[in-house]
């Protein structure tokens, strides 16, 4: 069996960083990277490498003019080649800057192999600067595809709130704005700093090698001590490599980002950081909404959520913005919309979160956005969004009145 642990993050000295202090701390393992940089000749470099160095390189043919879907095609058989070599304790992944780890975590699950890990790294100086830049991929050279349209600011915090563990580097830049902003972003997730690598059994003997109070250890981090495969006692474990060994559960993974049922961050303000959790139960007048849209996508770093319309009240829609700009999307139906034979085809985890929402009128359809910024006008904030609900008339009317409200979102959802 080899242990494989991803490591991910648009912040590239961050994540080398990480990369490095595993390669320090487990002896004999490896690093695999793709480096999509070299797309436009029509190959990806792969590097394979040690502590030491470089132990192999070579390229894998564009797929579909595609540089992240020649990585997909590439990875698994490498890794297949180091687990059957044998003799290699640890397999580190490390990805290109705006490959994201979800795609990668189950390309590696799918491919049968052995899944430890999901570490994303982070310089907490560079959270506010890289959620709050619009700018395509495309435009900084970070584009995986000829097709890829996404952002810069969108794909940074797909990769911050996807990892259950942020390798976080020691910045001198980072004040306490900077790293309240990524607590509360990414609320529970283990945050470990990248300590400086040292030799084997430097380390203070007892440490705690989770390195953080019981209230922050995340329980998918819980792993049988023998996992290390540098065979030492588990308090002599860098906390990163623990982390590393853990093991990671894929499927709580996705369901925890699905729009449906997403671990949302909770209210909190520190620090001049805050983060509204904003809930109702009454829908959206959809015009009022559409022509409020720019105000609510500007006025946080970053807000995420599931909302619904009156004019379309099966219909779970997704919030997503992050850089000034939104995605608003189609999630599925909402459960209360749905016969009772569908709910056995329904994954438990989805269940449980309606069962928790649930409302004797409405079901589970709800409105529950959260945003988080520096210097929140909270009070401001929930004005604009109250001001978006239907008014005490509009709501009395009924059902059969709300679907005749204008349908401004069709345009946006490509209705």
């Not at 580190?92 to 570490?119: N, Q, R, Y």
């Not at 093991?247 to 509204?276: K, N, S």
């Not at 928790?356 to 904030?381: I, K, N, Y």
Request: overall charge negative; glycine content about 6%.
């Amino acid at each position: 069996m080899l242990p494989v642990v991803i490591i991910g993050g648009l912040h590239a000295d961050a994540r080398k960083a990480a990369v490095e202090r595993l390669l320090t701390d487990v002896p004999g393992s490896v690093a695999l990277h793709h480096d999509l940089a070299t797309a436009a000749a029509g190959t990806v470099v792969r590097t394979v490498r040690d502590a030491t160095g470089v132990l192999s390189a070579g390229e894998a043919p564009l797929v579909n003019d595609c540089a992240c879907c020649a990585l997909r095609e590439d990875l698994v058989p490498e890794l297949e080649r180091l687990r059957d070599a044998g003799g290699t304790p640890l397999a580190v992944v490390e990805l290109w800057d705006s490959v994201e780890p979800k795609a990668m975590a189950e390309v590696v699950v799918a491919g049968g192999l052995t899944l430890t890990g999901v570490i994303t790294a982070v310089d907490p100086a560079l959270v506010l600067p890289y959620l709050g830049n619009g700018d395509d991929l495309a435009e900084r050279g970070l584009a995986a595809a000829a097709t890829d349209q996404r952002t810069v600011a969108d794909t940074f915090a797909r990769q911050l709130e996807y990892a259950p563990v942020l390798a976080v580097a020691d910045s001198p830049e980072a004040d306490d704005e900077d790293r309240e902003l990524l607590a509360q972003l990414h609320p529970t997730a283990r945050r470990i700093p990248i300590a400086p690598s040292e030799p084997r059994g430097a380390g203070p003997r007892g440490a705690d090698p989770t390195n953080a109070h019981p209230r922050d250890a995340n329980p998918s981090d819980a792993g049988p001590s023998d996992a290390d495969p540098t065979n030492a006692h588990p308090r002599d474990a860098n906390p990163l490599t623990t982390a590393a060994l853990a093991g990671f559960d894929i499927e709580a993974a996705a369901a925890a980002q699905h729009p449906a049922c997403a671990l949302l961050p909770a209210e909190a303000d520190a620090h001049g950081v805050a983060t509204l959790v904003w809930r109702h139960r009454r829908p959206f007048h959809p015009e009022r909404l559409y022509q409020a849209l720019e105000d609510l996508t500007c006025v946080a770093a970053r807000s995420r959520g599931r909302f619904w319309l009156a004019d379309k009240p099966d219909t779970l829609l997704h919030w997503d913005a992050a850089g000034g700009a939104l995605c608003v999307e189609p999630a599925g139906p909402w459960l209360a919309s749905l016969p009772d034979a569908a709910w056995d085809l329904v994954p438990p985890v989805r269940r449980a979160a309606a069962a928790l929402e649930w409302h004797p009128e409405h079901g589970d359809r709800c409105q529950h956005l959260v945003f988080t910024s520096p210097g929140l006008d909270r009070d401001g904030l929930t004005r604009l969004l109250e001001s978006c609900l239907l008014t005490d008339a509009e709501y009395a009317a009924g059902r059969d009145a709300w679907k005749r409200l204008p349908p401004a979102f069709d345009t946006l959802l490509e209705v």
